[in-house]
């Protein structure tokens, strides 16, 4: 039972450029989190999603981040017009339909996005 | 808001030293606890979880208890590995469909 990949594990763009950032869930898991971690400092919430439904964006960036995760494929976070500040670890978990409550997350190695 | 703080690293200690990782929280309601591990080159993992008071968790030789009256889940372990160098994070879950909060992590280094 594979568990979470995310893709691409290493990630560099220009300012100014986007970032896609790719998460395919545990098999059967319904649930999805991204988090960011900046050098020095823990993991920060961004987005809670279930299929075709944000749950919870209490974390994201109010522009130039958007998360989605359809019915079919991966979760995808986008990073629109990157600064160096987003440089980052982007780590994606999944949950099964119970994971809220019992706030087990498989996260997968994370992504790590390099701004130039 | 809801929050945690667990002592700044990175810890260093000698193979078959005790351990001890401070946790402290604050939240309101009755929340979740948790150790989450992080080896060199992996994603995070479950360590244990508490979910109420008096709780203890424990696995792979880790406990950690849920004390309510001091806000703490603080990590021990009686003898450290060199494979359990690794960073550690205490995390909470504040009530029933909400995200789960984590901590800075703590760095550990086990030497032989």
């Known amino acids: 039972n594979a568990g979470v990949m995310q893709n691409p594990r290493h990630l560099v763009r220009r300012r100014g450029q986007e970032a896609r950032l790719r998460c395919s869930p545990m098999?059967?898991?319904?649930?999805v989190y991204w988090y960011r971690q900046l050098p020095e400092e823990g993991l920060k919430f961004m987005v809670y999603?279930?299929?075709?439904?944000?749950?919870?964006e209490s974390g994201m960036p109010k522009e130039r981040f958007s998360a989605e995760f359809p019915k079919e494929g991966p979760s995808i976070l986008r990073i629109q017009q990157v600064v160096r500040g987003d440089s980052a670890a982007y780590f994606c978990?999944?949950?099964?339909?119970?994971?809220?409550?019992?706030?087990?997350?498989?996260f997968g190695e994370g992504s790590r996005l390099t701004v130039l | 808001g809801d929050s945690v703080t667990q002592m700044e690293g990175p810890v260093t200690l000698s193979e078959e030293a005790f351990l001890t990782i401070n946790c402290t929280y604050t939240?309101?309601?009755?929340?979740?606890l948790f150790w989450y591990v992080q080896y060199p080159g992996e994603g995070l993992q479950l360590l244990l979880k508490?979910?109420?008071?008096?709780d203890k968790g424990s696995n792979k030789g880790f406990e950690a208890t849920y004390r309510k009256e001091t806000t703490s889940f603080h990590l021990e372990k009686g003898s450290v590995q060199v494979s359990d160098s690794a960073v550690y994070f205490c995390?909470?879950?504040?009530?029933?469909?909400?995200?789960?909060?984590f901590g800075k992590g703590t760095r550990l280094h086990i030497l032989p």
């Open positions: 978990a999944s949950s099964p339909v119970e994971g809220p409550y019992t706030g087990e997350l498989f």
């Open positions: 098999k059967g898991h319904s649930h």
């Open positions: 999603l279930q299929k075709e439904n944000i749950i919870d």
């Open positions: 939240a309101t309601g009755y929340p979740s």
């Open positions: 508490a979910t109420k008071a008096d």
């Open positions: 995390a909470l879950r504040p009530n029933r469909d909400d995200k789960i909060i």
